[in-house]
């Protein structure tokens, strides 16, 4: 059965690096900066934030974002904008960061509906992430953590994890592959009859429209981060490309990082 979610409608959208899934941080500093005498402060745009405890003023733990602990609520920063992915409806908005304060714009969301329990946390995040909140950051750039104390008292602990951008060095650059249905054995100096993806570059015009393949399928050598390829099912993906600045020896000098998944196709069409 074929599964279609790429939309001529909003195909341009795409092409243009729209909001995704996973969300973008393309102004987001490249590679933390480091001096002799200390390291800098993490920088909010150079981590992705989640969710690992929230308390209220008296120290109890907010119930109702367990479900956010749960699922792993996250925090990203754009240079001036801010979302919140995790809970039913993603959430945005504006932000400024100065001096320790962190003061947040009303945030707009998505609208979809969930289980209550979605929602109710929905309701508590739009609730908490309002006005100023005191920022804390402890930890090295390895690890950071980030403690927010809202308006009424909570405490919210968010641990850091670093971006693409700051992990590999570079900004990345959007791009659509498609992943064939089989994988190929292909040669690994490490690994006896290695299997690679097969893949191919799709490329669409600015109406979003799919231009003719020209790329010939061919096997890629490492993963894509971010992706599970299941045997069977073609797959059309957009990725973000990373040139990886100071790669291990034995590592590729790029790296693909899964952004949307656009299509997928489990007849096995196209190989």
Known sequence: MKQNILLAAVCAALI???????????????????TSAAVAQPALPAYYWDLVSANDAAGKPLAVLNKGIERKLRVSFGDRN?????GCNGQFGGYQYQDGVLKVQSLASTLMACDKNLMDLDAEVARLFKGDLRAVITGDNTAPMLQLTTADGS??????EATPQTRYGSEGEVKFLEVAAKTVKCSHPMIPDYQCLQVRERRYDDAGLQLATQDAWHPLYQPI???????????????????WKNPPADAPSKVYVLDMVVEQDASGAGK
């Open 16 to 34: 243009q690096g729209c909001a995704s899934t996973s969300p973008s941080h393309e102004d987001s500093p490249s590679m933390l900066t480091t």
């Open 155 to 160: 405490v919210l602990k968010l641990q850091g």
């Open 225 to 243: 981060e971010g992706f599970e390829h299941h045997d069977g099912v073609r797959t059309v993906l957009r990725v973000k490309q990373y040139e």
């Open 82 to 86: 801010l979302s919140i992915s995790g």
